[in-house]
């Protein structure tokens, strides 16, 4: 086949002049940025090179606790939403009646805008002096008193923001668990069945091992978008995290570039570093495992 | 022994029925989770602010609906200016988006060209770096380019999507090779071939990849932040977030439903006209944008 070099070229350059600017020069730029020591954005001066940035956001409290908390989110959130997705997903896949409509309505919250829809989970949850909020009369009912989930103590806000977060992220794991299970080879359900395999074993040793490879990219997929948290918790608790201690490592990086406390693209940059090699070891570690336990 | 037989049969009948039930219950318990914020924020949007306010036990439902909040919350916070910047935002980024990533789809489907494989290679892997890293040189670009508080500001960095281009790329290479040849042979052009041929039949893609960043577009919320702080220059997002803030003061949260509702719906129409290609086209491998 004839090559025709300059006419591909031509097609791919708007894509290539885009990519390259906002894409590939950033990368290396961030890079760079998180070396040079006291750049200032406004002058495009920097006094030298270094990891005094890197020093410095490790020790500076508010990083501390964006980190916490991501971890905390993390931890709650990922086993949490993949359990609670494939619970669903499997009862999904054993109705026939009334299942499309049961799968267009959980994929709904996939398609709102997280901060709208993040409002609303915050009347729900908060207290005022007019109202202790539905959440809290529900709670009542069980005989419990009243707590802030908004303005109140750590475990109540953390608590919400992971409620809120799983809310947000299961549309998409229960989406990709249910078509994973509508591709499980029939025959193979056929030949238990006539075997007399009770139920549970079905589903732990035909059931997950076919599904493992997209449980695993759900997974991995789920801790990767658990640790850039940000926008749910600015739907809850406002923009200044850092004030109702609910801030993530992806809030801090944007405080640090914009903002009351903004105006360092270089602190932000070793931020953004940082959280780039915690999701990279993760990512790595998760992979180690799945070799180890998943069937292809 | 015949009697045995029933009596097994009856057991699990009567175990498939009990399964059935609790699974019934457990799909209708979250659609009510799912549902009720939706239920709640339009109950609450037509609640007036007296009413809302001297309800200690928020009720679960209203027999006085009222829309003074939809009339309040245009005439005292910029909403419809928010709605007009989103549509202007996300329409102009859809289209260069679809038409940039229809020409590099074409190329890696289509065109033979030295260095093809390392640059779709290098293409595909810029599809795992994250927005985070690259959105802080973004921000300074921009700045620097002056170009704070524009559209071109906010569109320029929203536009590019490797995955679109990977998704139609796929799609193009599924037609079969015998209908370039064919257009080949009758003279017709590459554009031709792509504008007359390849897009009609691949159409169920393209319309998916626009509905997706639509969405994406609609939604968007960290980098309009970044580079807008005039309010004129606002999307919904942080215009939601500016009336939470200072617009209609923390405590009209009637109005602040309505407007919620507002922001909410033109997506849940759409969704609703579109869920199935929605849910098809982020079941190959979406990820939230």
């Known amino acids: 086949m004839e090559k025709n070099n300059l006419k591909a070229w031509l097609y791919l350059l708007p894509s290539i002049l885009f990519l390259g600017v906002f894409m590939v020069y950033p990368l290396i730029d961030v890079f760079i940025y998180s070396f040079e020591e006291g750049y200032n954005s406004a002058s ?8 005094y940035n890197y020093s410095y956001i490790l020790r500076d409290p508010y990083f501390l606790q964006a980190v916490k908390n991501t971890f905390i989110l993390v931890i709650i959130t990922v086993p949490l939403s993949t359990a609670f997705a494939l619970l669903i997903s499997v009862a999904l896949s054993s109705v026939k009646k009334l299942r499309e409509l049961f799968e267009t309505i959980f994929f709904l919250p996939y398609v709102t805008n997280t901060l709208a829809v993040g409002l609303v989970f915050m009347i ?6 007019y109202s202790d909020g539905l959440m809290n009369v529900i709670l009542g009912v069980f005989g419990m008193s009243p707590i802030d989930f908004i ?36 025959t193979y359900y056929d030949a238990a069945m006539v075997d007399g395999t009770p139920k549970w074993r079905i589903f732990t040793k035909i059931t997950l091992p076919m599904i493992s490879p997209t449980l695993f990219y759900l997974i991995i997929t789920g801790f990767i978008g658990a640790f850039k948290a940000y926008s749910d918790a600015v739907a809850l608790f406002g923009t200044n995290l850092n004030v109702a201690e609910m801030n993530t490592i992806v809030g801090y990086i944007y405080d640090m570039l914009y903002g009351n406390s903004g105006g360092y693209p270089s602190f932000a940059s070793a931020a953004a570093i940082v959280l780039f090699v915690i999701v990279l070891t993760i990512t790595c570690i998760n992979l180690l495992v799945s070799k180890k336990h998943v069937h292809y | 022994m015949e009697n045995n037989f029933d009596k097994i049969q009856k057991k699990t009948k009567a175990k498939e029925k009990i399964t059935k039930v609790l699974t019934y219950a457990l799909l209708g318990f979250w659609a009510l989770m799912v549902l009720f914020p939706f239920y709640w924020m339009i109950l609450t949007s037509v609640k007036s602010y007296s009413a809302y306010n001297s309800e200690y036990i928020p009720k679960f439902f209203t027999l006085s609906p ?34 940039v990533t229809v020409l590099a789809a074409f190329a890696f489907a289509r065109l033979e060209f030295r260095g093809k494989n390392i640059l779709f290679t290098i293409f595909l892997s810029l599809m795992m770096i994250p927005n985070e890293l690259v959105i802080i040189t973004n921000f300074v670009t921009i700045t620097n380019w002056d170009l704070r508080n524009t559209f071109t500001g906010l569109i320029l960095p929203s536009v590019t999507s490797v995955f679109y281009i990977y998704l139609l790329r796929e799609n193009f290479a599924q037609v079969p090779d015998e209908l370039y040849y064919a257009a080949k042979v009758d003279g017709t052009s590459d554009w031709k071939y792509l504008t007359k ?14 509905i997706l960043k639509v969405i994406e577009c609609w939604n968007s919320y960290v980098w309009p932040r970044l580079v807008t702080d005039d309010a004129a220059y606002f999307l919904v997002s942080n215009g939601i977030q500016a009336i939470r803030e200072s617009g209609l003061g923390r405590e009209n949260i009637p109005a602040m439903m309505a407007a919620v509702v507002v922001i909410s719906v033109p ?17 190959r491998g979406g990820t939230k944008g």
């Open chain 1, 44 to 51: 495009g001066i920097f006094f030298g090179v270094g990891t």
């Open chain 1, 124 to 129: 729900l949850f908060k207290s005022t002096p």
């Open chain 1, 151 to 186: 303005d109140g103590p750590y475990w109540a806000k953390m608590l919400v923001l992971s409620v809120y977060t799983v809310w947000v992220v299961l549309p998409f794991k229960i989406l990709i668990l249910t078509s994973a299970l509508a591709s499980v080879n029939r």
């Open chain 2, 66 to 99: 009222t829309m003074e909040n939809y009339v309040n919350v245009f005439a005292e916070v910029p909403l419809a200016d928010y709605l007009f910047n989103t549509v202007v935002f996300t329409v102009i980024t859809t289209v260069i988006m679809v038409f």
């Open chain 2, 197 to 210: 041929v390849l897009l009609p039949i691949c159409k169920p893609t393209v319309i998916t990849i626009t």
């Open chain 2, 267 to 283: 997506l849940i129409v759409l969704y609703l006209i579109f869920h199935k290609k929605i849910m098809e086209g982020v079941s």
